[in-house]
């Protein structure tokens, strides 16, 4: 199981940017898929999640309205389009599979400034 997120970097207080999560070694249609973030010093919370066939979306509530979870099955990659950014929002940013225990990806920063 292997999976890759992109898409992270630096943007103004408003601004937006989408990250994406390439995933392998499994059916990725199968399973639903989460997002969730790490901020310095703190715990790695719960951003998003999508069930297998993208009729079921959960969000925090911090996040709602602002931010979008999608996914492509095709491609086997998962989404997280983040509009209005706020500087709260900046964290290192994992995409995760729970396939009989819980699978991470490296993480992708996201760095929002005031």
């Known amino acids: 199981v292997q999976l890759v997120e992109s898409g992270g970097g630096l943007v103004q207080s408003g601004g937006s940017l989408s990250l994406s999560c390439a995933v392998s070694g499994f059916t990725f249609s199968s399973y639903p898929m989460w997002w969730y973030r790490q901020a310095p010093g703190k715990e790695r919370e719960f951003v998003a999640y999508i069930d297998i066939t993208s009729s079921i979306r959960r969000y925090r509530d911090s996040v709602r309205g602002r931010f979008t979870i999608s996914r492509d099955n095709a491609k086997n990659t998962v989404y997280l389009q983040m509009n209005n950014l706020k500087p709260e929002d900046t964290a290192m940013y994992y995409c995760?599979?729970?396939?009989?225990?819980?699978?991470w990806g490296q993480g992708t920063l996201v760095t929002v400034s005031s």
């Open positions: 995760n599979v729970f396939i009989g225990l819980n699978y």
